[in-house]
């Protein structure tokens, strides 16, 4: 079983930058294609991007593309989440989730493809 543990959150003014990281622990990290969803305030949990097990091939909302950038270092066993030119809306807490085996782009973006989700991180930008 995945042990996820996400980590870098905090209070940050619109344009600002923050980058999240989401430790991984407990299995072989590169048997995981890995994720990050959001879930803000009295809304649903929606996804903001995907990576494959190797990090090649990577997917974004389009609320966030051009803005956030997720990666991953198989040799640490973490994956992060570079956000950039922060806005109010991107206020929410944010999951980082596993999934054993490929990730594709068709189905990334579903919360029941993933099998482990961490705790949470909240981000908040402010003005």
């Known amino acids: 079983q995945v042990r996820l543990v996400e980590t870098g959150g905090g209070l940050v003014q619109p344009g600002g930058s923050l980058r999240l990281s989401c430790a991984a622990s407990?299995?072989?990290?590169?048997?995981?294609?890995m994720g990050w969803f959001r879930q803000g305030p009295g809304k649903d949990r929606e996804f903001v991007a995907g990576?494959?097990?190797?990090?090649?091939?990577?997917y974004y909302s389009n609320s966030v593309k051009g803005r956030f950038t997720i990666s991953r270092d198989n040799a640490k066993n973490t994956m992060y989440l570079q956000m950039n030119n922060l806005k109010p809306e991107d206020t929410a807490i944010y999951y980082c989730?596993?999934?054993?085996?490929?990730?594709?782009?068709?189905?990334?973006?579903?919360?029941?493809?993933?099998?482990?989700w961490g705790q949470g991180t909240q981000v908040t930008v402010f003005s």
């Open positions: 989730a596993s999934k054993a085996g490929p990730l594709y782009g068709s189905r990334s973006y579903l919360i029941n493809e993933y099998d482990t």
């Open positions: 407990g299995q072989t990290f590169t048997n995981n294609a």
């Open positions: 990576s494959t097990r190797s990090g090649g091939t990577t």
